[in-house]
């Protein structure tokens, strides 16, 4: 099974702040990365698939780079409703899997 | 407006089953992947089980033998039947439509596994 590391597991920033999330993957996945963002009490929103293609809807803010076993998620000014959980998932290979989460908190 | 409603979680025991649903709405269900996926605070989030895009059935290691989804495309409605349940299955349950990636997703039905 491909197992997806994110990094930081936890981070406390500011708005406005530039904000950056590091996934690696087991081995290569090419681009079949997502990103979702999941609120407390809620289901996971997608953000970003194919690694870097934004979702309809989502801010300009959010961006995401990288292919093969390390990605990035990027918020380039945080704003207050950005405060969530941060996933990362692949889709190359069945058992899809997520990574562990990234919690952003207020500073 | 495009729309995933979960049901049938509960408080079960042991060794018992349970039989979820999923009732989609703004789209035909037949035309899509569905999957299931699960989150609990010890496992976090965690791919159940769904179609590919071939028709071919994917299922987790851990549930093999005792999960089976199916789908009733005259109701628009996708299943999951657990049986043989453990304490490891409590979790949120979602279903989750996959346009190449998991794209639309229900509120979740939460399953208690414990005696």
């Known amino acids: 099974d491909i197992q997806l590391t994110q990094s930081p597991s936890f981070l406390s920033a500011s708005v406005g702040d530039r904000v950056t999330i590091t996934c690696r993957a087991s081995?290569?996945?090419?681009?079949?990365l997502a990103w979702y963002q999941q609120e407390p009490g809620k289901a996971p929103k997608l953000l970003i698939y194919?690694?870097?293609t934004l979702q309809g809807g989502v801010p300009s803010r959010f961006s995401g780079s990288g292919s093969g076993t390390e990605f990035t998620l990027t918020i380039s000014s945080l704003q207050p409703e950005d405060f969530a959980t941060y996933y990362c998932?692949?889709?190359?290979?069945?058992?899809?899997?997520f990574g562990g989460g990234t919690k952003v908190e207020i500073k | 407006e495009v729309q995933l409603v979960e049901s049938g979680g509960g408080l079960v025991q042991p060794g018992g089953s349970l039989r979820l649903s999923c009732a989609a709405s703004?789209?035909?269900?037949?035309?899509?992947?569905m999957h299931w996926v699960r989150q609990s605070t010890r496992r976090g989030l965690e791919w159940v089980s769904g179609?590919?895009?071939?028709?071919?059935?994917y299922v987790l290691d851990s549930v093999k033998g005792r999960f089976t989804i199916s789908r009733e495309n005259a109701q628009n409605s996708f299943f999951l039947q657990m049986n043989s349940l453990r304490d490891e299955d409590t979790a949120v349950y979602y279903c989750?439509?996959?346009?190449?990636?998991?794209?639309?997703w229900g509120k979740g039905t939460t399953v208690t596994v414990a005696s």
């Open positions: 194919a690694a870097s």
């Open positions: 081995r290569g996945i090419n681009s079949y």
């Open positions: 703004g789209f035909t269900l037949s035309n899509y992947a």
């Open positions: 179609f590919h895009s071939s028709g071919d059935i």
């Open positions: 989750v439509r996959r346009r190449n990636y998991l794209d639309v």
């Open positions: 998932q692949q889709v190359n290979f069945y058992p899809l899997t």
